[in-house]
Nanobody, 122 residues
Framework: QVQLVESGGGLVQAGGSLRLSCAAS????????MGWFRQAPGKEREFVAA????????YVSDSVKGRFTISKDNAKNTVYLQMNSLKPGDTAVYYC???????????????WGQGTQVTVSS
């Protein structure tokens, strides 16, 4: 079983930056990709970014492209989401997730962290 623990959320002013971390532990063998999702109140969950666990492929959604970057440190079993030029519309709970399948097959992410709140004030 894999445990995913997010950290790094908080309150930031518009234009500011945050870096989220997702530490994976337990049975990480078999994970193909890690992803970041977010969900704002009253809205559907949105796929934000993904990265191949043992490769270099990354994906970032159009809504955050140019502002958010996903990266990883395999030695630390940790995935990061660097968020720059934050906007109030980025306010959401951000979740880390893992999948054994393709990084952009969002329906097959089946291991999830507890989420971390990001609030961007105007």
């Amino acid at each position: 079983q894999v445990q995913l623990v997010e950290s790094g959320g908080g309150l930031v002013q518009a234009g500011g930056s945050l870096r989220l971390s997702c530490a994976a532990s337990g049975r990480t063998l078999g994970i193909n990709a890690m992803g970041w999702f977010r969900q704002a109140p009253g809205k559907e969950r949105e796929f934000v970014a993904a990265i191949i666990w043992s490769g270099s492929f990354t994906y970032v959604s159009d809504s955050v492209k140019g502002r958010f970057t996903i990266s990883k440190d395999n030695a630390k079993n940790t995935v990061y989401l660097q968020m720059n030029s934050l906007k109030p519309g980025d306010t959401a709970v951000y979740y880390c997730a893992a999948t054994d399948y393709g990084p952009t097959v969002t329906g097959l992410y089946d291991r999830w962290g507890q989420g971390t709140q990001v609030t961007v004030s105007s």
